[in-house]
């Protein structure tokens, strides 16, 4: 109870195919900046239940029903980004073992297998084009062996093991994150400062479009107002009005006269 006082952000994390060992790692990686909570289910509805018990109405109350399946909590104050790379940084790769649910997609590349050729019929049960070179079985494209969800069979899992391919990657997996009373997604580690840059001058730019329709000045819109209204004096000049110019205007007519000519030349 005493981390859900010390601590206003945690991360939900799921630790599926994890080791304890990993886990370790992970408690020392985060030493100074964070601490890793891990427990039966159970045991820790009980404490958020009690904790809320004693604070009702705590933001804390967002967490509880996403207390469930074999997760963990790790607690900190520190930058979410750098928590979030420290937690990709401990994924490990690991053998397919037959049975097991494939993550993601497996691709066998081309290239030399190092086996003999004796292994041939191996490779065409397994629908693999080979052909023999320099004493080797070598796959001449490449293979889609396994899609993400797919079970892994006793012969995937022999031929990755022959090719010595680790094609998982296992370790903490982000699900939900609280930070001071709000619950988010895992999608927002991913937003950067380039993705803020673009949305801010995305919206800005909405700001600007309705305050021009409008005709209600703002920051926004300001310098598109004024570049507009230069071009409307602009214009009145080169139309050739007799009372009125500026120097900026018969400076835009000598340029509008130069092009003029450069097309016809063209």
Do not use: W
């Amino acid at each position: 109870m005493g981390l859900l006082d010390s601590y206003s952000r945690c991360f939900i994390v799921e630790i599926d195919n994890v080791t304890s060992n990993q886990i370790h790692q992970m408690r020392a990686a985060l030493r100074g900046v964070g601490e890793v909570c891990m427990g039966k289910n159970t045991l820790i509805r009980k404490i958020f239940n009690m904790y809320l018990d004693k604070n009702p109405g705590h933001p804390y109350s967002q967490v509880a029903p996403l207390i469930k399946g074999n997760i963990g909590f790790i607690f900190t104050d520190a930058d979410m980004k750098f928590i979030g790379d420290l937690i990709l940084e401990n994924r490990v790769p690991a053998p397919a073992r037959v049975g097991a649910i494939s993550p993601s997609d497996v691709v066998i590349p081309p290239g030399p297998t190092g086996c003999d050729p004796g292994q041939t019929n191996f490779f065409q049960t397994l629908q693999i084009p080979t052909k023999i070179q320099k004493g080797q079985i070598e796959i001449t494209s490449a293979v889609s062996l396994l899609m993400k969800g797919d079970r892994v069979g006793n012969s995937e899992a022999v031929l990755l093991q022959k090719l010595d391919i680790k094609p998982f990657t296992y370790g903490m997996e982000v699900t939900h994150i609280y930070d001071q009373g709000q619950v988010f997604d895992a999608a927002v580690l991913n937003i950067d400062e380039a993705v803020l840059q673009e949305k801010f001058a995305n919206s800005l730019r909405t700001v600007a479009s309705i305050s021009l329709e409008i005709s209600y000045p703002t920051q926004a819109s300001l310098c598109h107002s004024l570049h507009n209204a230069f071009k409307a004096l602009v214009g009145i000049v080169v139309e050739g009005c007799e009372n009125y110019s500026f120097d900026q205007g018969e400076r835009d007519i000598y340029l509008v006269s130069v092009l003029i000519d450069c097309l016809i030349g063209f």
